[in-house]
C-alpha cells in the first residue's frame, strides 16, 4: 500500500515484537468501533460479549460475543476464519454474515492491520456468553436473502490508494472508508439495504438506532460545508461543533469509545478526506421542532 503502509496505525512496520503488535491491535480496535458494537452498554454487559442491539428498518440485530471463551465467542476461530469474516462477510462455517457487521468496509482492510486486531482482541478476557437470536422481519432472516444481497452489492477488495492524491489524503480516505466505516451511518439506503451510491455520505433520517444521521458533505446548505478541516478534526476529537454545541446519540458513543483515541493527524486526515467529497444538497433533520429524532450531532 506505498505510502499508507508507511505511516502504520500507532506501530512500527519493522517490529514484531508482541507489545507492537498488541499496540497497534489497540489502535485498530478503537478507531474500528468494536467495543461500542459488541458491547451491551446499556445493560451492563461486559466489553465484547454481545448482544448490543441494532435497532434497523429489517428488525433488531444482536451482536456477538468476539471474546476469545471457546464456547460462546471465538476462542475456537483460526486468524484465516475471522480474516475471511471481515474480508468475505463469511462465518466460521462459510455462512453468509448479516451486513449489519460492516464487512463491507472491513473487506479493505490491511492484512497487517487485520492480524494485529485479530492479536489484540485474543489477548483480551474470554466471557462466557451466548449469542442473542437477531429479531428480524421474516423476509431479512433467510440465509438465501443475504446471499442475494452481497451479489447486488457487495464488492471485496482491498483498499487502493489514489497516486493522484497526497498521503496525508489516502491515509484519510483509508481510515475514512475501512477502518472507521464512516459511510455505513451516513450513506442512505434503497429498500433492500443498499447503499445509495450517489448519495454517499448525504445523511440518511433512518440511521442506526432510528436515529438521525447528519449530511457530512461540503453542501454549505444542508452539510458541513461551512466547517474547516480544523473545526472537523476538533469535533472528532471531543465532540465540539463550531457553533459551541456537542455531539450526542450514537455519533457521541463513537467520539467517546473511538474517535477520541486516535491521534490528531489521523483525525486531520480523516477530516481532509471528508471536506474533499462532492458536496450533496440533501436536508436530513425532521420537520417539527419537538421531534425526539435530532441529529447525531445534537
Given at each position: 500500500?506505498?505510502?499508507?503502509?508507511?505511516?502504520?496505525?500507532?506501530?512500527?512496520?519493522?517490529?514484531?515484537?508482541?507489545?507492537?503488535?498488541?499496540?497497534r491491535?489497540?489502535?485498530?480496535?478503537?478507531?474500528?468501533?468494536?467495543?461500542?458494537?459488541?458491547?451491551?452498554?446499556?445493560?451492563?454487559?461486559?466489553?465484547?460479549?454481545?448482544?448490543?442491539?441494532?435497532?434497523?428498518?429489517?428488525?433488531?440485530?444482536?451482536?456477538?460475543?468476539i471474546?476469545?471463551?471457546?464456547?460462546?465467542?471465538?476462542?475456537?476461530?483460526?486468524?484465516?476464519?475471522f480474516?475471511?469474516?471481515?474480508?468475505?462477510?463469511?462465518?466460521?462455517?462459510?455462512?453468509p454474515?448479516y451486513?449489519?457487521?460492516?464487512?463491507?468496509s472491513?473487506?479493505?482492510?490491511?492484512?497487517?492491520d487485520?492480524?494485529?486486531?485479530?492479536?489484540?482482541l485474543?489477548?483480551?478476557p474470554?466471557?462466557?456468553?451466548?449469542?442473542?437470536?437477531?429479531?428480524?422481519k421474516?423476509?431479512?432472516?433467510?440465509?438465501?436473502?443475504?446471499?442475494l444481497?452481497?451479489?447486488?452489492?457487495?464488492?471485496?477488495?482491498?483498499?487502493?490508494?489514489?497516486?493522484?492524491?497526497s498521503?496525508?489524503w489516502n491515509?484519510?480516505?483509508?481510515?475514512?472508508?475501512?477502518?472507521?466505516h464512516?459511510?455505513?451511518?451516513?450513506?442512505?439506503?434503497?429498500?433492500?439495504?443498499?447503499?445509495s451510491?450517489?448519495?454517499?455520505?448525504?445523511?440518511?433520517?433512518?440511521?442506526?438506532?432510528?436515529?438521525?444521521?447528519?449530511?457530512?458533505?461540503?453542501?454549505?446548505?444542508?452539510?458541513?460545508?461551512?466547517?474547516s478541516?480544523?473545526?472537523?478534526?476538533?469535533?472528532?476529537?471531543?465532540?465540539?461543533?463550531?457553533?459551541?454545541?456537542?455531539?450526542?446519540?450514537?455519533?457521541?458513543?463513537?467520539?467517546?469509545?473511538?474517535?477520541?483515541?486516535?491521534?490528531?493527524?489521523?483525525?486531520?486526515?480523516?477530516?481532509?478526506?471528508?471536506?474533499?467529497?462532492?458536496?450533496?444538497?440533501?436536508?436530513?433533520?425532521?420537520?417539527?421542532?419537538?421531534?425526539?429524532?435530532?441529529?447525531?450531532?445534537?
Open positions: 500500500m506505498g505510502l499508507l503502509v508507511a505511516a502504520p496505525l500507532a506501530y512500527s512496520a519493522g517490529s514484531k515484537t508482541p507489545d507492537n503488535i498488541l499496540t491491535g489497540e489502535y485498530v480496535y478503537r478507531a474500528a468501533g468494536c467495543l461500542s458494537c459488541h458491547t451491551d452498554d446499556k445493560h451492563g454487559g461486559s466489553a465484547l460479549a454481545g448482544r448490543r442491539a441494532l435497532i434497523t428498518p429489517f428488525g433488531t440485530f444482536y451482536s456477538p460475543n471474546t476469545p471463551d471457546p464456547e460462546t465467542g471465538i476462542g475456537r476461530w483460526s486468524e484465516h476464519e480474516t475471511r469474516a471481515l474480508r468475505a462477510g463469511l462465518g466460521r462455517n462459510l455462512e454474515l451486513p449489519a457487521f460492516p464487512y463491507t472491513y473487506t479493505q482492510m490491511t492484512d497487517a487485520l492480524h494485529a486486531l485479530w492479536i489484540y485474543q489477548s483480551r474470554a466471557v462466557k456468553q451466548a449469542n442473542k437470536t437477531h429479531d428480524l421474516w423476509f431479512a432472516s433467510a440465509r438465501a436473502t443475504i446471499r444481497w452481497k451479489a447486488l452489492y457487495f464488492i471485496p477488495g482491498a483498499y487502493k490508494p489514489n497516486p493522484q492524491k498521503a496525508s491515509r484519510g480516505a483509508y481510515l475514512v472508508e475501512a477502518i472507521t464512516c459511510s455505513e451511518c451516513h450513506t442512505p439506503r434503497n429498500a433492500l439495504g443498499g447503499a451510491t450517489n448519495m454517499r455520505y448525504a445523511g440518511t433520517r433512518t440511521g442506526p438506532e432510528n436515529s438521525v444521521v447528519p449530511n457530512i458533505t461540503r453542501d454549505k446548505k444542508t452539510g458541513i460545508g461551512k466547517w478541516v480544523g473545526d472537523l478534526t476538533t469535533y472528532l476529537e471531543n465532540g465540539m461543533t463550531p457553533g459551541g454545541d456537542f455531539a450526542g446519540g450514537v455519533m457521541a458513543e463513537a467520539i467517546d469509545n473511538s474517535l477520541r483515541y486516535l491521534r490528531r493527524e489521523d483525525l486531520a486526515d480523516i477530516a481532509e478526506y471528508i471536506q474533499s467529497l462532492p458536496a450533496i444538497e440533501h436536508a436530513v433533520r425532521k420537520a417539527g421542532k419537538n421531534t425526539a429524532q435530532k441529529e447525531a450531532w445534537e
